[in-house]
């Protein structure tokens, strides 16, 4: 079996009652078959306490005001105080590391669900690494009967050159994520084509040194080839925070603090949008907001792609990786806005002393990356854990005619 992990993987610890936000309140928690086996089965005062805290009909453990009910005031479990660690269901014992299953492969990542997950992927400031290693354990074969291994293959091709694009640092966060997308869409059709085979010229063409060039050349004829269309990337956000409003809420506080985000971004119109977001830019947020999107595009990419193989829907991946990184960057934009953070390069030249402009960017620095984190990690809470929610906004991207090539690409260029 191989296994693969990014390079930060085991910085991860759990800081259980110090955690600003524990995993163990605000969603439902669900319950492995084998561990509700277990519970049933627990005797005496505490599996009295653990069979009362257990919705049965759910699978789930009950909640009492938004918190798992056997979470103590100190923010701790009693599960694991008394029972033991090995009595945890798996979504307590795993989280927050998420596996992706292959033939013969073991996809491990951390979900920046948690706060502190999300901290050491937004805090990486080199480009993250993913490692392998093997060992000798079988696959059972019966589970993987109809894996396409020559698809599989091709997808972590094509992943790895995507990671390799979304992390070129000589051109701008946007223009990488406009270069990955054309090279999804041209890989979907052929996997749509059946012309597998064509894939590796493609990712020859996409490791070209002139790959900009040709992709400008490329759109250009797109367009030309189609009836214009208005698109901007204020329409493009409004569609998108459309399909964000469309799923299931899992944090009771997230339908107010997404509306609050709204009204911030959208509601006075495409001009204003415009404005805010060139203040944003030139602001101190803007250097920062390169970093963040290559760790997003990155984590998404790497999370999600290479499951096309169970839907060969690789465009449909890529798509939704960025429509979360776009999101995220207007999102962060909003609540910049909504802290005041409106410091701009001749507000931090005007300041009196160099020592009180350098304290305060250490600050803004510090504050920045607390506030980016909780941003992030509540929007992958309600994004990542839901199933239903995934597929629902894969599936926007894939149906959807505002979610074209040309719409994505236009906003992209825009600034
Ligand atoms: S959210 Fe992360 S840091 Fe907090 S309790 Fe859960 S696993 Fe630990």
Same mark, same amino acid.
């Given at each position: 079996?191989?296994y693969?992990?990014?390079?930060?993987?085991?910085?991860?610890?759990?800081?259980?009652?110090?955690?600003?936000?524990?995993?163990?309140?605000?969603?439902?928690?669900?319950?492995?078959?084998?561990?509700?086996?277990?519970?049933?089965?627990?005797?005496?005062?505490?599996?009295?306490?653990?069979?009362?805290?257990? /919705?049965?009909?759910?699978?789930?453990?009950?909640?009492?005001?938004?918190? +798992?009910?056997?979470?103590?005031?100190?923010?701790?479990? %009693?599960?694991?105080?008394?029972?033991?660690?090995?009595?945890?269901?798996?979504?307590?014992?795993?989280?927050?590391?998420? @596996?992706?299953?292959?033939?013969?492969?073991?996809e491990?990542?951390?979900?920046?669900?948690?706060?502190?997950?999300?901290?050491?992927?937004?805090?990486?400031?080199?480009?993250?690494?993913?490692?392998?290693?093997?060992?000798?354990?079988?696959? /059972?074969?019966?589970?993987?009967?109809?894996? %396409? &291994?020559?698809?599989?293959?091709?997808?972590?091709?094509?992943?790895?050159?995507?990671?390799?694009?979304?992390?070129?640092?000589?051109?701008s966060?946007?223009?990488?994520?406009?270069?990955?997308?054309?090279?999804?869409?041209?890989?979907?059709?052929?996997?749509?084509?059946?012309?597998?085979?064509?894939?590796?010229?493609?990712?020859?063409?996409?490791?070209k040194?002139?790959?900009?060039?040709?992709?400008?050349?490329?759109?250009?004829?797109k367009?030309?080839?189609?009836?214009?269309?208005?698109?901007?990337?204020?329409?493009?956000?409004?569609?998108?925070?459309?399909?964000?409003?469309?799923?299931?809420?899992?944090?009771?506080?997230?339908?107010?603090?997404?509306?609050?985000?709204?009204?911030?971004?959208?509601?006075?119109?495409?001009?204003?949008?415009?404005?805010?977001?060139?203040? &944003?830019? #030139?602001?101190?947020?803007?250097?920062?907001?390169?970093?963040?999107?290559?760790? *997003?595009?990155?984590?998404?990419?790497?999370?999600?792609? +290479?499951?096309?193989?169970?839907n060969?829907?690789?465009?449909?991946?890529?798509?939704?990786?960025? #429509? +979360?990184?776009? *999101?995220l960057?207007?999102? #962060?934009?909003?609540?910049?806005?909504?802290?005041?953070?409106?410091?701009?390069?001749?507000? !931090?030249?005007?300041?009196?002393?160099?020592?009180?402009?350098?304290?305060?960017?250490? !600050?803004?620095n510090?504050?920045?990356? @607390?506030?980016?984190?909780?941003?992030?990690?509540?929007? +992958?809470?309600?994004?990542?854990?839901?199933?239903?929610?995934?597929?629902?906004?894969?599936d926007?991207?894939?149906?959807?005619?505002?979610?074209?090539?040309?719409?994505?690409?236009?906003?992209?260029?825009?600034?």
């Amino acid at each position: 079996m191989l296994y693969t992990y990014p390079h930060y993987y085991k910085k991860f610890q759990c800081t259980a009652s110090e955690c600003e936000d524990t995993c163990c309140a605000g969603w439902e928690i669900m319950i492995d078959k084998k561990s509700l086996e277990k519970y049933k089965k627990a005797e005496g005062l505490f599996g009295n306490r653990l069979h009362n805290s257990i /919705n049965w009909r759910e699978g789930s453990f009950s909640q009492y005001h938004h918190r +798992c009910a056997l979470l103590n005031e100190d923010n701790l479990c %009693d599960l694991y105080t008394e029972m033991g660690p090995d009595s945890l269901c798996r979504t307590c014992r795993t989280y927050p590391r998420h @596996i992706e299953e292959f033939d013969g492969v073991r996809e491990y990542s951390l979900c920046m669900s948690c706060m502190e997950v999300a901290k050491i992927v937004l805090g990486t400031k080199e480009t993250v690494r993913f490692l392998s290693k093997e060992d000798e354990r079988e696959e /059972n074969e019966d589970a993987y009967e109809d894996f %396409d &291994f020559f698809l599989y293959t091709k997808l972590t091709d094509a992943r790895e050159r995507l990671l390799e694009i979304l992390q070129d640092r000589t051109l701008s966060a946007h223009v990488r994520m406009e270069l990955g997308l054309a090279l999804a869409h041209d890989l979907q059709r052929r996997i749509r084509d059946g012309k597998l085979y064509e894939v590796d010229a493609i990712l020859e063409r996409f490791g070209k040194r002139e790959r900009v060039e040709i992709l400008r050349r490329n759109l250009e004829r797109k367009r030309e080839s189609q009836e214009s269309s208005e698109t901007s990337r204020y329409a493009l956000m409004c569609a998108l925070y459309e399909e964000l409003e469309k799923l299931e809420p899992l944090h009771h506080h997230w339908p107010d603090h997404r509306a609050k985000m709204k009204t911030t971004l959208y509601e006075n119109g495409k001009s204003e949008y415009d404005r805010q977001r060139r203040e &944003f830019l #030139a602001s101190e947020m803007g250097e920062r907001v390169e970093l963040f999107l290559e760790q *997003l595009m990155v984590y998404f990419v790497f999370t999600y792609f +290479c499951g096309a193989v169970y839907n060969e829907n690789a465009y449909g991946k890529y798509k939704f990786s960025l #429509a +979360c990184t776009m *999101l995220l960057e207007d999102m #962060a934009q909003a609540v910049w806005v909504q802290r005041g953070r409106h410091s701009n390069q001749d507000e !931090q030249d005007n300041r009196d002393s160099q020592d009180s402009q350098n304290n305060q960017n250490n !600050q803004n620095n510090r504050d920045a990356e @607390i506030w980016l984190a909780d941003l992030v990690h509540r929007f +992958c809470r309600e994004v990542e854990h839901s199933e239903e929610n995934l597929n629902a906004l894969e599936d926007a991207m894939t149906k959807r005619a505002e979610f074209g090539i040309l719409s994505w690409m236009e906003a992209l260029e825009e600034e």
